[in-house]
């Protein structure tokens, strides 16, 4: 069996992918339910907004995760665009939490990384 180009970074956005979406569905419902535990220091909006924005977040990026299994080409696209929001929206909250937003930075960039490396199943007649 051939190895196909990419798939160990595959699997490991997924896992990446669905560890997020539950990470930022539990943030969500911390930001609603008790603003005490995060500090009142964000770069603009309030808690109520920012816990329904980081649940939908959340949710769509566990559909996401489950997508890319699928190894459909919109998947993958999907799952950058969600990894991306994700990465964008951890700058609101970089003053708040400094080193658990550039963890998930980081993590968000390893999964683009991932899901733009891997290549598709190739035909035989497309190597050489």
């Known amino acids: 069996m051939q190895e196909v180009k990419g798939a160990g970074w595959l699997i490991f956005a997924c896992f990446m992918l669905f ?5 930022n569905i539990i943030w969500g419902i911390t930001a609603l339910v008790k603003e005490e535990y995060l500090e009142p220091r964000l770069l603009f909006g309030n808690f109520n907004a920012w816990g329904v924005f980081w649940i939908i977040v959340g949710v769509i990026a566990l559909v996401a995760a489950f997508a890319v299994l699928t190894r459909a080409q919109w998947a993958r696209w999907f ?5 991306s929001i994700s990465a964008i929206g951890m700058f609101a909250v970089l003053q708040t939490y400094p080193v658990w937003s550039m963890v998930v930075i980081a993590l968000d960039v ?18 050489l």
């Open 19 to 23: 560890i997020a979406g539950i990470f």
């Open 110 to 127: 390893l999964v683009i990384y991932g899901l733009a490396e891997y290549a598709g199943p190739e035909s035989p007649t497309e190597t």
């Open 79 to 83: 799952g950058i665009i969600m990894a």
